[in-house]
């Protein structure tokens, strides 16, 4: 006789959840936000047949974006298997781009998880929903684009009336009052310091070095950089001017800002707020930024080095990457960033000459001379320990220490040096003997 065991099923009840987005974080959407945790809380608790999975809730994110946080947690329990269904107040507030809504849609339908649309009445896995859902997000989407136009029409007309569009002047010294941008007289002092130090000759990374060794804090916490001075020492907010829509949003389904290189039209207004720098001088600013460009590129072009190790070596001490530098007119070297840039105070790494690292490369890869598409292919990056270790590690999870040693200083010394030294040497004595 045949015995057929039949599986029992202890949990038949239907995990159910909830997802709640507003599009803005002000008190009114809150109190959106909440209305629908409490309601739909209340739905799932009620239903004897149902189980409760958590309600995922992402506030001030608006449906075009892509990193919705709790959406992402929601899915990934649902690919788990700890979520049946799927409870959303309307199609708007679950997605307005018609590719990535289907997209989502079709991978819940793939696991069996069911969506369930309360103002539309519609539930994915039912006959029929998919065509539906399609429209209706091809009309969400049209509204979005719709939205996004009436902005884009917004802020041009801010734009053309010299108005700057937005939250605030994200800059030093100044800041948006109803509208208008005024002198901010606690940065203000600090502008004038850049552009003094500028023109009393320092260089942008002198100047970042001089701020940081004051403990001068930027508008971020972070430390002072010479590209963060070059856009402030360019900016000619400083001298009462405002350039307008030097960038522009590409999409309204990414809104990712974009540089406008001359796609967009820019809008310059003079004389349009209070200055904190003299036209003046902030015109000689840029009169003297010329001239070192010139200078600059009249020069012997700068070597780059070993194109395989060009991005390659961290620094262990900062996480900065190295940059190549030729010292002495002849040795050719690795050196941190950061180092270079700040100084040992900010970083304790030690510069590493190339032909060392091309000797440890071979070393750890067992070649006896180096191979740019074998190091390619077989090294993730090289990081520098202090005081004188490489970690190489490998593109497939290996790693390998090894250690390194300068030669000697006298070996390291060019005939050129050499013959320096003993003329040094010579005049120092010849000038005792005079005494």
Known sequence: MEIIRRKLEFNTLKKVAAYVRVSSDKLTMRESSLNQ?????????NNNDWLFAGIFIDEG???????R???????????????????VKSLSRFARNTVDCLRVIREMKAIDVDIFFEEQNIHTLSSGGELLISILSATAQEEAKANSERTLWRVKKNFTEGKPYGGGVNCL???????????????APLVKRIFSLY??????????KILNDDHVPTKTGSLWKSSTLEKILRNPIYKGDLLLQKTFV?????????INKGEKPRYYVEDNHE???????FDRVSLVAIERMKLNTSKSPRPKGNPALVHMIKCGCCDSYYRYKVINGKNQIYICNRFNSLGKNYCTSKQ????IIIEKANEVLNLTQFDESVFLKEIKEIVSVYPNILVFRFNDGREKTVNWENPSRRESWTPEMKQKMKERKRNVKSHRNSK
Do not use: C, W
Not at 37 to 45: D, E, G, N, P, R
Not at 69 to 87: C, P, Q, R, T, Y
Not at 173 to 187: A, C, H, P, T
Not at 199 to 208: E, M, P, Q, R
């Open 37 to 45: 945790v409490t309601y739909f809380s209340k739905l799932i608790q």
């Open 61 to 67: 994110i608006s449906g075009t974006k892509g990193d």
């Open 69 to 87: 946080v709790e959406f992402s947690k929601m899915l990934n329990l649902a690919h788990e298997g700890k979520i049946d269904l799927i409870l």
């Open 173 to 187: 010294g100044y800041r948006l009052v109803k509208g208008k941008i005024v002198i901010n007289k606690e940065e």
């Open 199 to 208: 023109l009393s000759g320092y260089g942008v990374n002198k100047i970042a």
């Open 250 to 258: 590409d999409s309204y389904l990414n809104k990712k800002d974009i």
């Open 275 to 281: 200055a904190i720098i003299p036209r003046e001088d």
């Open 352 to 355: 590493i000459r190339e032909s």
